[in-house]
Nanobody, 117 residues
């Protein structure tokens, strides 16, 4: 089992910044990648950004150039730096860890990000 604990959500004005953190614990040796997904009211959950253990990253087109995902392998923690936030970024952001063997997805509890003036 893998446990994920998120922090860093909140209310921010358009154009502002937030930094999300996700700390992993438990059986993390088989984790291939970690990342962030988000779900806005009335919409499906969507990928925001992922990063592999080797540092390869993937971003949704809507956040490229504004969001940066990074990880501290020593602390088993993933970060999402969100800049130039827009109202359409408002959503519940959930941390994800993808395990290769056996295949499994782990999820954090989610943290609310609200972008509003």
């Amino acid at each position: 089992q893998v446990q994920l604990v998120e922090s860093g959500g909140g209310l921010v004005q358009p154009g502002g910044s937030l930094r999300l953190s996700c700390a992993a614990s438990g059986s993390i040796s088989n984790i291939y990648s970690m990342g962030w997904y988000r779900q806005a009211p009335g919409k499906q959950r969507e990928l925001v950004a992922t990063i592999t253990g080797g540092g390869s990253t993937k971003y949704a087109d809507s956040v490229k150039g504004r969001f940066t995902i990074s990880r501290d392998n020593a602390k088993n923690t993933v970060f999402l730096q969100m800049n130039s936030l827009k109202p359409e970024d408002t959503a519940v952001y959930s941390c994800n860890a993808f395990q290769v063997s056996p295949p499994n997805d782990y999820w954090g509890q989610g943290t609310q990000v609200t972008v509003s003036s």
